[in-house]
Nanobody, 122 residues
Framework: QLVESGGGLVQAGGSLRLSCAAS????????MGWFRQAPGKEREFVAA????????YYANSMKDRFTISRDNAKNTVYLQMNTLKPEDTAVYYC?????????????????WGQGTQVTVSS
């Protein structure tokens, strides 16, 4: 089970840190990722991190503002979001990849959290 937390309401330019805690199953040997879905839009890739070497991948529009990290000892993945914009408003989902190597494709992720709402006001 993947449980996200840390979402909320923030003003534009602010920061939030999302957490994703895994329980019931160890995801420490899996790549992990974050996706988001804004109202009326399809879910999109945000960031991913490999287990094997910790390499990270980001969507172009977020790579300078967001940072993904993981603490395998705590079975937790984080998404630090800085300089938030109103267009970042969405439900953010944590997901576990089928493999150890990070991927940007949604179909490679087979376990999903229920999401946490992030709202950025202008």
């Amino acid at each position: 089970q993947l449980v996200e937390s840390g979402g909320g309401l923030v003003q534009a330019g602010g920061s939030l840190r999302l957490s994703c805690a895994a329980s019931g199953r160890t995801f420490s040997r899996h790549a992990m990722g974050w996706f988001r879905q804004a109202p009326g839009k399809e879910r999109e890739f945000v960031a991913a991190i490999s287990w094997s070497d910790g390499s990270t991948y980001y969507a172009n529009s977020m790579k300078d503002r967001f940072t993904i990290s993981r603490d395998n000892a705590k079975n937790t993945v984080y998404l630090q979001m800085n300089t938030l914009k109103p267009e970042d408003t969405a439900v953010y989902y944590c997901a576990a990849d089928k493999s150890m190597v990070a991927d940007t494709r949604e179909k490679q992720f087979d376990h999903w959290g229920q999401g946490t709402q992030v709202t950025v006001s202008s």
